[in-house]
C-alpha cells in the first residue's frame, strides 16, 4: 500500500471503522478527541434534567460524561459503524442497562429521533463526513426544542491535513471563516451561533461551534 493509500485508509477507518484496524481507530478517537469533547461538552452547558443527542458518538466516551451530568435526563447516541457502536455499547453498559443511555445506528443525514425531542445536541469531529448540503445540520436542528443548543468540534483544515485524516471519505474541511460561512447557510442561519478557536497539543487547532435555536 503507497503513502496515498494509506493515508486514505485511516481517513476511511475514521470517517466509518470497520474491524479490528476500527477497533484501534476507535482507541486512537478516544485519546483526539478528550480535549475536543471536553470543550464542546463545556459550550452544551448540560443541565441534569436534558435530554441529550450525541451525533457520532464513536467509542462513547462522550456519552459517559453526559450520562452523568444529565442524570435525571436522557441521553442517546447515533452513530452508523457496528463497529464503534459496540465499542460504546461496553463501555456504557451500566447506563444503558438503567435506561439513562440508548445507543442507535443510524444515519446523521436521517436522524432517528422524534422532532423537537432533544435539548442539546453534541458533534464533535463529524461534520467532515456529513453531506456539504446540510442535511445533518437540518436534522439537527429538527431534533432540537426551542431555544436548545448544538454544539459542534472540527479540528482546523490545517491541522487536519498534518493528521492526514483527509481523504476520500471527507466530504468538507473548515477554517474559521470557511465553518461560519457554512454554519450561515444552514438550518441554524437564523439563530445564534458563536464559534471559537481552541489550541491543542502539539500546536493543532481546533474549532468549537455553539449554536443556540430560537
Not at 443511555?101 to 443510524?106: A, C, D, M, P, V
Not at 436534522?139 to 493528521?163: F, N, Q, W
Request: with cysteine; aromatic share 8%.
Amino acid at each position: 500500500m503507497g503513502t496515498i493509500g494509506l493515508h486514505n485508509f485511516i481517513a476511511q477507518q475514521f470517517s466509518m471503522p470497520e474491524g479490528m484496524c476500527g477497533r484501534a481507530a476507535g482507541a486512537v478517537m478516544g485519546l483526539i478527541n478528550h480535549l475536543p469533547n471536553r470543550r464542546a461538552i463545556e459550550r452544551l452547558g448540560i443541565g441534569e434534567r436534558d435530554d441529550v443527542l450525541e451525533i457520532g458518538f464513536g467509542p462513547g466516551w462522550a456519552l459517559k460524561k453526559m450520562a452523568r451530568l444529565a442524570h435525571s435526563g436522557t441521553v442517546t447516541g447515533v452513530d452508523r459503524s457496528p463497529t464503534m457502536f459496540r465499542q460504546a455499547q461496553i463501555r456504557n453498559r451500566a447506563a444503558i442497562q438503567d435506561g439513562k443511555l440508548k445507543l442507535i445506528q443510524g444515519t446523521f443525514e436521517r436522524l432517528p429521533v422524534e422532532t423537537a425531542s432533544m435539548d442539546k445536541v453534541l458533534a464533535v469531529n463529524v461534520i467532515y463526513f456529513c453531506s456539504p448540503t446540510g442535511t445533518a445540520l437540518a436534522e439537527a436542528h429538527r431534533v432540537l426544542r426551542p431555544g436548545g443548543t448544538m454544539s459542534i468540534y472540527a479540528t482546523d483544515c490545517s491541522s487536519m491535513k498534518r493528521l492526514q485524516f483527509v481523504g476520500p471519505e471527507t466530504r468538507q474541511t473548515f477554517d474559521l471563516k470557511g465553518l461560519e460561512d457554512f454554519l450561515g447557510k444552514s438550518a441554524f442561519a437564523s439563530d445564534h451561533i458563536d464559534i471559537q478557536m481552541i489550541w491543542l497539543p502539539f500546536g493543532f487547532r481546533g474549532l468549537v461551534a455553539r449554536l443556540c435555536k430560537r
